[in-house]
């Protein structure tokens, strides 16, 4: 079974660009969440989707956004960018959802933005 | 809100010393605790996680936790260092009713021929 998989893997963008980063679950899995890690912040939620629908949002101001198709791939957006969104983007999926289920992550999107 | 505090930025050990990397949290109810490995250019690995089934959590690669509730924490140990086991290790708390995960700020393990 394949596992999680994001492209791309890099990003170079420029401030004001906007962006947009794909991520496609495990095989059968319905929940996609999405992480930033940065290395003055760590590892901090965006927002999950179940179903096409998004459950849970994090502190993140509105130009992060995201969807998830029928499918379960998801992607998610960052408009407008500024030099703080550099960081590495990570996606997680999980069979049903639960809250103490097993996530299972991707390498990442290490997205830089000059 | 739920919180995770990890004591120590940075752990380094010699090869078959014991590896103890310490997670408090904080939680108005019981909640459900994960340790996540991260290995260089990776995403994040699952080590284990308590759920209440018991305090004695035992995970991959020789790694347990074990959760206690008056000290509020959930210790990552492992009896004998490989090299391998050089990675980032984050403690998570996941908030009640949503599958969220609240993380520490990682610990770096370092092993020392």
């Known amino acids: 079974k394949a596992g999680v998989t994001q492209t791309p893997r890099y990003l170079i963008k420029t401030r004001g660009q906007q962006v947009t980063l794909s991520c496609s679950p495990i095989s059968g899995h319905r929940s996609v969440s999405w992480y930033q890690q940065t290395p003055g912040q760590g590892l901090q939620f965006l927002f999950e989707?179940?179903?096409?629908?998004?459950?849970n949002k994090g502190n993140f101001p509105g130009r992060f956004s995201g969807r998830q198709f029928s499918n379960s791939r998801s992607e998610m957006n960052v408009s407008t960018l500024e030099l703080g969104d550099s960081a590495l983007y990570l996606c997680?999926?999980?069979?049903?959802?639960?809250?103490?289920?097993?996530?299972?992550f991707g390498s990442g999107t290490q997205l830089s933005v000059l | 809100a739920q919180s995770v505090t990890q004591l120590g930025s940075h752990v380094s050990v010699s090869e078959g010393a014991l590896v103890l990397l310490r997670c408090n949290y904080s939680s108005s109810v019981p909640p459900y605790l994960f340790w996540y490995v991260q290995y260089p250019n990776q995403g994040l690995q699952l080590l284990l996680k308590?759920?209440?089934?018991?305090?004695l959590v035992k995970g991959i690669n020789g790694f347990e936790a074990e959760f206690k509730k008056s000290e509020t924490s959930f210790h990552l140990t492992k009896p004998s260092a490989h090299m391998s086991d050089a990675a980032e290790y984050f403690c998570?708390?996941?908030?009640?009713?949503?599958?969220?995960?609240?993380f520490g700020q990682g610990t770096r393990l370092t092993i020392n021929p």
């Open positions: 989707y179940f179903s096409e629908t998004q459950r």
């Open positions: 308590y759920t209440s089934a018991a305090t």
């Open positions: 997680a999926s999980s069979n049903t959802g639960k809250t103490n289920e097993k996530l299972f």
């Open positions: 998570a708390v996941s908030e009640q009713g949503a599958q969220k995960l609240v």
